[in-house]
Nanobody, 124 residues
């Protein structure tokens, strides 16, 4: 049974930091590119960051570039999102996702597996 379980969300003041974690199980983790998406109230789910199977390649949405860092530990089947200099507009539910195929694919429909999400709220 495939599972992606996010953790680490919470309430933080603007300018603060959070580190999200995603624990993966039930599939061959190092065969999948992993990504983070987010969805704010009333908005569509949007791409945040993606990392290749062997951690060499990462891509970020322009809105988070320079502030967020995606990483993974294939030995532990974990993926992380370090979020610094948080802004109120970063407030959203953050989802972990796993997909096969080229790392440059960032569309939500290119990811087969999804977690349930973790809430991040940034106060001004």
């Amino acid at each position: 049974q495939v599972q992606l379980v996010e953790s680490g969300g919470g309430l933080v003041q603007a300018g603060g930091s959070l580190r999200l974690s995603c624990a993966a199980s039930g599939f061959t983790f190092n065969n999948y590119r992993m990504a983070w998406f987010r969805q704010a109230p009333g908005k569509e789910r949007e791409f945040v960051a993606v990392i290749s199977r062997e951690t060499a390649i990462t891509y970020y949405a322009d809105s988070v570039k320079g502030r967020f860092t995606i990483s993974r530990d294939n030995a532990k089947n974990m993926v992380y999102l370090q979020m610094n200099s948080l802004k109120p507009e970063d407030t959203a539910v953050y989802y972990c996702a796993g997909g096969q195929g080229a790392v440059w694919k960032s569309g939500a429909d290119t990811f087969e597996y999804w977690g349930q999400g973790t809430q991040v709220t940034v106060s001004s």
